[in-house]
């Protein structure tokens, strides 16, 4: 049987590429997205592959009347909601004595209150049908330490909080919660320099290089899509892909202090770098 799925930050990146995942096994999927013309092509080119049927949503999720009024205009069209994957986000990182309020607001407002208002607009749903799968995005950087990029991780590990705390008590309604812990994906995201309205901290290349010391290189989104669907149908409470963050985050939980040491080492490496360019 199909199933109806909603998907935030679905126009790019690993909410495009699980959302094409899920079309292609017969799904309706629901992209949604702040940039609209980029989720319009993304559903034009999903439904030019004739599996399932995805479509189009703006969807600011910053704003939860938005958020609440998309997710309700989904089951009065389709009858119920299967899976609510929050998984909209950006990236601020840089030295935290650089970044203003307005780089902590920004990232809060997107990645933990966005997944928020993903929660309380899906949850209630849910329960009242007596089952769904909510999938939220975390990162690598939710589980372990990741300098220059304290607020990105500030976020996930709240994300990933409420994840595992909502999942004990979902489970008395049939209710199922996941949270994907994905390390470093070869999506805009590890070239961005953070939101384009506020100063920028870190370049694109000390981005793409922080990330990859931290969680290794690279990895497809059409490979964690297909890692991710395989983890909704295990029920994992923890999506940890690829196994180069898998190794990371076992190693941390076995050695904190060893993944400590590293990352102090790579503190020092970027400080020196730092000091070379000046």
Not at 4 to 19: D, E, H, K, Y
Not at 129 to 138: E, F, P, S, W
């Amino acid at each position: 049987m199909s199933r109806i799925a909603f998907v935030t930050g679905a126009a790019s990146g690993i909410g495009r590429a699980v959302s094409e995942a899920l079309a292609q096994r017969g799904d309706t999927v629901v992209l949604a997205d702040i940039n609209e013309a980029e989720a319009k092509a993304a559903v034009h080119a999903i439904n030019g592959r004739g599996c399932g049927t995805a479509i189009a949503v703006a969807l600011d999720v910053r704003e939860p009347g938005q958020v609440a009024d998309a997710v309700d205009l989904v089951v009065r069209d389709h009858g119920r909601l299967d899976l609510m994957f929050n998984n909209a986000g950006i990236g601020v990182g840089g030295p935290v004595e650089e970044l203003s309020l307005e780089h902590w607001d920004r990232i809060i407002d997107v990645n933990l209150r966005g997944v928020i208002n993903g929660v309380r607009a899906a949850y209630p749903i849910l329960v009242r049908q007596g089952h769904g799968h909510i999938l939220n995005t975390a990162s690598l950087a939710g589980l372990v330490p990741a300098p220059f990029l304290t607020p990105y991780a500030t976020t996930k590990h709240a994300v990933v909080g409420l994840s595992l705390s909502l999942r004990a008590e979902a489970a008395l309604h049939g209710v199922r919660v996941s949270v994907l812990c994905p390390g470093v994906i070869d999506t805009p995201l590890i070239d961005s320099q953070g939101p384009d309205d506020l100063p920028t901290v870190v370049d694109r290349g000390s981005a793409r290089e922080l990330l990859v010391q931290s969680g290794g290189k690279p990895y497809a989104p059409d490979r964690l899509a297909q890692d991710v669907l395989r983890g909704l149908e295990a029920n994992r409470a923890i999506i940890v892909s690829p196994r180069s963050a898998q190794a990371v985050w076992r190693l941390f939980r076995l050695s904190p202090s060893l993944v400590m040491r590293r990352s102090s080492q790579i503190v020092r490496g970027v400080a020196a770098q730092a000091m070379e360019k000046t």
